[in-house]
């Protein structure tokens, strides 16, 4: 079978790898798709501070049961979500619920050796989330970015009448946009460096967007809405923060998502946000009920991801899709990986760029 590994920074190579075996309590799925993120981008260039080597990149991913234990609910043909994450099981956080709050917690195919851009792959069963018929195939690894964005509005919460401003509009704004509506958001802003964005939005049934930043970004928000209630900051640094503090409502809320890197700093404007009584509420990852909570809207036709499909490249043309998402930001969101004999099977696996 067919599998990318990542042996060090920049060295990525497909090999003929053996399939696993499951161990007990192990799933054997193979792959529908997988979705290429930041994290695996780093792990390439040598920046991911959790990353290991060698490695099998890939966490966001959906796959079809091959062998799954007695007991575990799951049956062959079945297709499955993965849930990316392992955390110790042990601590406060765990006992709570709250894995995505463990501070032991590892990432497959960054932190774990063994992720999904392979034709087969074994996962513990605890990770396998089942979908319904029509979402598994349909929509394929496009419902993890849905998942982050469910975990994000919960954690921001809803009120009737609320307004928002996305700052970052890629996959995560826009993922986060699209579950945040279907909860009751009303109107929606957007802000990215990338024109190109606006199509997409479109797509999607946005049509407020902007290229400005700084001073001009929060001019054009009040021209456009007013103050807001709420700000999704995928890019979380200390300017966007300051817009934030400038746009927000009184009782507003800053959400910030994009990832923390080693040593990332955030400046507030407190004034501000004593003034307004502002909350910051930070975003990490995900839990087991995010994404169940994601393929509920999917299924329910309240959320629909695939315009954030930009490209599908088979496993052997790995790294075709890296150098597509690092040389050409702008024409791209989500590029999936799937078995190179499942390019073009679909509409949601046409092949190449969209």
Not at 25 to 36: D, P, Q, T, Y
Request: glycine share 12%; aromatic share 4%; with cysteine.
């Amino acid at each position: 079978m067919r599998q990318v590994r990542v042996t060090g920074p920049g060295r990525v190579e497909v090999v003929e790898a053996p399939a696993p075996e499951p161990g007990e309590g192990r799933v054997l799925l193979e792959l529908h798709s997988a979705g290429i993120c930041g994290g695996d981008l780093s792990l390439v260039r040598g920046t991911n501070a959790i990353a290991r080597y060698p490695t099998v990149p890939g966490h966001e991913c959906v796959a079809r049961v091959v062998v799954a234990p007695g007991g575990s609910g799951l049956s062959e043909g079945d297709h499955v979500v993965v849930y990316p994450t392992v955390s110790c099981g042990r601590c406060r956080a765990c006992a709570a619920g709250r894995t995505n709050q463990c501070a032991d917690i590892a990432v497959m195919g960054l932190s774990l050796p063994d992720g999904c851009f392979a034709d087969r792959f074994v996962v513990d069963a605890e990770q396998c989330v089942p979908l319904p018929e029509d979402v598994g195939p349909e929509h394929g690894a496009l419902i993890e970015p849905v998942a982050v964005g469910c975990h994000v509005v919960a954690r921001g919460g809803v009120r009737d009448g609320d307004t928002a401003l996305v700052i970052g509009s890629g996959t995560i704004g826009m993922s986060t946009a699209m579950v945040a509506r279907a909860m009751g958001v009303g109107r929606i802003l957007f802000a990215d460096l990338h024109p190109s964005r606006a199509s997409v939005l479109a797509e999607l049934g946005f049509h407020d967007f902007t290229v400005a930043s700084g001073d001009e970004l929060v001019a054009w928000t009040e021209a456009q809405a007013g103050r807001v209630d709420l700000v999704y900051d995928t890019v979380a640094q200390s300017a966007t923060a300051g817009v934030a503090a400038e746009v927000l409502a009184g009782g507003g809320r800053y959400i910030a998502i994009g990832a923390a890197k080693p040593g990332h700093r955030l400046e507030l404007p407190y004034e501000r946000f004593y003034a307004r009584e502002l909350s910051m509420i930070a975003c990490r990852n995900y839990s087991r009920a995010d994404f169940r909570a994601a393929v509920e809207l999917i299924a329910g036709g309240r959320v629909d991801p695939r315009p954030l499909r930009t490209g599908v490249y088979g496993l052997a043309d790995v790294q075709e899709a890296f150098t597509a998402l690092t040389e050409r930001p702008a024409d791209h969101l989500k590029i999936l990986m799937t078995r190179s004999e499942l390019v073009g099977s679909s509409e949601l696996l046409a092949g190449g760029p969209r």
